[in-house]
């Protein structure tokens, strides 16, 4: 593992709070907001184009608008570059974890993680979360606050910067996957969240396909209809046990939605063909890891398109759960795909700079970072 403290804490190069961040605005939303200052719609295609595909960042550079434009775009907008305060490269995969300043003093974290034939992002939506799921490290912050738009994208367009020019990942991949699996509840910041969505599949923007983008709820069963109608991303649902009575313990959202109203929204979820709903199971040693589980697993996904996603439970300070043995999750899975049904296991990358599932912390990481805190831990499997 290597690490590096790249900013002191007080660095700052937020944008005057006079100018509106540029990456905060999906296609259509900036075409209106020329168009009503009188200028020509096709100049916000060409701001995405130089911003989103040629990485630039400033509005100078823009050769192609006319002065006066850019001088327009120079007064009212910014194009936010987030100072970096840390980045850690875990030696054992090449999953890198960057920590970002945001405006308030905050900071948030996002990871990239090279694969074989890909470079996935995973990226927050909020800083900590308000659904305090007890096997999470971030729950154990409570929410913070939501990031804007901005500051979701910026997590994006700034990793990519900061890997060069050839902006290409450890094992020699561009960004090609986002999963909204960092810190925080994507949907309970929905409307930055579907922006956000939208500024990354936009033709003008990143340009990446709905299905390369995967958004992870813990189960907002009010706004799962809605995200399936509003994009065209993977729709991933934190299900991690299959009783009420477990549920409601370790996620106490399921004293408000429970498992009947989260499958029931499940199986009315809008959802083109050939496309599946990915359910997540937090593997807790000896708690949901059984041959029952498994069985009421298959009872609770029948009918809906599924695919499940088995996550041995990563251990961080202060929990109280065990991570289960690597054998009993390869049994659960083959359990499974005996059973004709699609699974997965995710050995989550970058475990020795905790930047695996569950594990970003934000400031309470950074300070650990600071002090120097990483060390390398021990890895199950
Ligand atoms: N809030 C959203 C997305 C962020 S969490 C959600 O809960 O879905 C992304 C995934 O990490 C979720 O499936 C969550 O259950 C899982 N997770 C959280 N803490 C974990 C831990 N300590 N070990 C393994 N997975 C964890
Ligand atoms: Fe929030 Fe997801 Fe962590 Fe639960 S698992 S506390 S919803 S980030």
């Not at 608008?65 to 327009?72: C, P, Q």
């Not at 409570?142 to 290409?168: C, F, M, P, Y």
């Not at 990358?349 to 950074?366: H, P, T």
Request: glycine letters at 6%; charged letters at 25%.
């Amino acid at each position: 593992m290597s690490y590096q403290v790249l900013a002191p804490e007080s660095a700052n190069t937020e944008a005057p709070a006079e100018k509106h961040s540029i990456t905060g605005f999906t296609l259509e939303q900036l075409t209106e907001a020329f168009c009503k200052m009188g200028k020509e719609s096709y100049r916000a295609k060409q701001v995405f184009q130089w911003i989103y595909q040629k990485h630039a960042t400033s509005f100078s550079e823009m050769s192609n608008i006319s002065k006066d434009m850019r001088a327009y775009l120079e007064e009212n907008y910014s194009i936010p570059q987030p100072s970096l305060v840390a980045t850690q490269t875990s030696e054992e995969d090449g999953t890198q974890k960057f920590l970002f300043k945001i405006a308030g003093d905050k900071t948030v974290e996002t990871v990239l993680i090279p694969g074989t034939d890909r470079l996935t992002q995973c990226v927050s939506s909020q800083v900590g979360c308000a659904l305090a799921c007890r096997f999470c490290n971030t729950g154990d912050m409570g929410l913070v606050r939501n990031l804007e738009t901005h500051e979701i994208i910026d997590q994006v367009l700034q990793a990519s910067r900061e890997l060069g020019h050839d902006h290409k990942g450890a094992l020699g991949h561009r960004l090609s996957n986002i999963v909204f699996m960092g810190m925080g509840e994507p949907f309970h910041n929905f409307e930055a969240m579907i922006d956000a969505v939208n500024i990354l599949t936009c033709d003008f923007g990143f340009g990446l396909g709905g299905r390369r983008i995967t958004v992870s709820t813990s189960g907002l069963v009010d706004k799962i209809e809605e995200f399936g109608n509003r994009t065209n991303a993977n729709l991933a649902i934190s299900l991690n046990a299959t009783t009420d009575e477990m549920r409601s313990e370790i996620m106490p959202i399921n004293k408000k939605w429970n498992l009947t109203d989260l499958m029931e929204a499940c199986r009315n979820y809008p959802m083109a063909p050939r496309r599946r709903i990915t359910f997540e199971y937090v593997m807790l040693g000896g708690l949901n890891d059984t041959v029952d589980d498994a069985k009421r697993m298959i009872k609770l996904l029948k009918g809906v398109a599924a695919k499940i996603n088995l996550i041995p439970y990563n251990p961080h300070p202060a929990s109280p759960y065990k991570r289960p043995q690597l054998e009993t999750v390869y049994k659960m899975q083959r359990y499974f795909l005996d059973r004709g049904m699609n699974c997965t296991v995710r050995i989550s990358k970058g475990k020795d700079i905790l930047a695996a599932c569950g594990q970003l912390r934000s400031k309470e990481a950074e300070k650990h970072l600071h002090r120097h805190y990483f060390e390398k831990r021990p890895v199950v499997g």
